[in-house]
């Protein structure tokens, strides 16, 4: 099985940064995709970032030009960064990767941003 451990979590005030990191249990060279995904109160799982591996980088709209997806693969590490946070930002942030045809989730790290 492959593994993720998410790490960078936390509360922030809105217009604060935070870098989540996600490390895989493979190497990252050899698989599909890794991003983030995440899921507020009350609400549905949805896409922050994805980035393939070979291809093009993948934002939500709520987040462009506020978040960075980059992959640091001699470390097996996804990371996000997360710039001029906002409290809708507020979720349990989820690391995913893909491997062929199966798909991965880490655990998840709670992302509050309040004042």
């Known amino acids: 099985q492959v593994q993720l451990v998410e790490s960078g979590g936390g509360l922030v005030q809105p217009g604060g940064s935070l870098r989540l990191s996600c490390v895989a249990s493979v190497s990252i060279i050899d698989i599909s995709a890794m991003g983030w995904y995440r899921q507020a109160p009350g609400k549905q799982r949805e896409l922050v970032a994805i980035?393939?591996?070979?291809?093009?980088?993948n934002y939500a709209d709520s987040v462009k030009g506020r978040f960075t997806i980059s992959r640091e693969n001699a470390k097996n590490t996804v990371y996000l960064q997360m710039n001029d946070l906002k409290p809708e930002d507020t979720a349990v942030y989820y690391c995913y990767l893909r491997w062929g045809p199966r798909g991965y989730w880490g655990q998840g790290t709670q992302v509050t941003v309040s004042s």
């Open positions: 980035i393939p591996t070979g291809g093009r980088t």
